[in-house]
C-alpha cells in the first residue's frame, strides 16, 4: 500500500490502518442500519487487507481487496477474500511475515466463525508467532468497526480480534485519544459453524 508505514510499531500500524479502511465507500453502514436495513446490507462493503513484517522487522500493509467469497453476494452475505500471501517486489520470495488479517465490519459485529476459521487456516501456512523489532507478534485476524452516525465520516472505534495461538478473543476501543483491550474470553467451538466464548 503506497503511503502507508513502514510502522516500527503493531499498534502504530493498526492505528494507522483503521481509519484508512474504514474511510472506503460504504466500509460502515451503521447508520444506515438503522434507517433502511435492507439498503444497508445491499451496499455494505468489506476491505481486507495483509498486515507483514518485513526482513528489518517494520511493519507494512497490502493493497486493498473488496472482492466477497464466491456467491456470499447472491446469499446477501458481505465477505472479503484475502489472498494468503503478499507479492512485493522490494523484498525476495518468503522473506515477509504475515501477520495480521485485517478487514471491515460495516455492521460493528463481532468476528465470524468463518473468520475464525479463516485465520486457523492461514496458521498452517504462516508462522503462529514473528519476531519483529518489538518482540514477538503473533498471528490473529482484525475486525475494524465505526460507531459513527454520520456515514460521510466513520470514525475508528475500535477492533475485534482473535489469536489462533490462544484462541483468545479481543475486544481493543479506542476512546481519548488511547487504546483500551477488553478480553471476550477464549474460543471453543461447537460445530464447524457455532463457537462459544468461554472466560478466561
Not at 34 to 51: G, H, I
Not at 101 to 110: E, I, K, Q, S
Request: glycine fraction near 6%.
Amino acid at each position: 500500500m503506497k503511503n502507508f508505514g513502514p510502522f516500527d510499531l503493531s499498534a502504530d500500524a493498526l492505528s494507522a490502518a483503521c481509519p484508512l479502511i474504514l474511510s472506503k465507500p460504504n466500509a460502515s453502514v451503521v447508520a444506515l442500519q438503522e434507517s433502511q436495513p435492507e439498503v444497508a446490507l445491499r451496499m455494505a462493503t468489506e476491505y481486507c487487507a495483509w498486515l507483514y513484517v518485513t526482513p528489518d522487522g517494520r511493519y507494512e500493509m497490502s493493497m486493498l481487496s473488496d472482492s466477497s467469497r464466491p456467491g456470499d453476494a447472491v446469499r446477501g452475505l458481505r465477505s472479503c477474500s484475502l489472498p494468503p500471501f503478499v507479492d512485493d517486489s522490494r523484498y525476495a520470495p518468503g522473506t515477509l511475515k504475515q501477520i495480521f488479517a485485517l478487514h471491515n465490519h460495516p455492521f460493528g459485529t463481532r468476528l465470524s466463525a468463518r473468520d475464525l476459521r479463516f485465520i486457523e487456516s492461514m496458521a498452517t501456512v504462516h508462522d503462529w508467532e514473528v519476531l519483529t523489532r518489538e518482540g514477538r507478534v503473533r498471528l490473529s485476524i482484525v475486525a475494524f468497526f465505526s460507531r459513527s452516525r454520520d456515514a460521510s465520516a466513520p470514525t475508528c472505534d475500535g477492533f475485534y480480534q482473535y489469536v489462533p495461538a490462544t484462541r483468545e478473543m479481543m475486544l481493543w476501543t479506542h476512546t481519548g485519544g488511547r487504546w483500551k483491550q477488553e478480553s471476550h474470553g477464549t474460543v471453543t467451538w461447537l460445530d464447524e459453524r457455532t463457537y462459544r466464548l468461554d472466560a478466561l
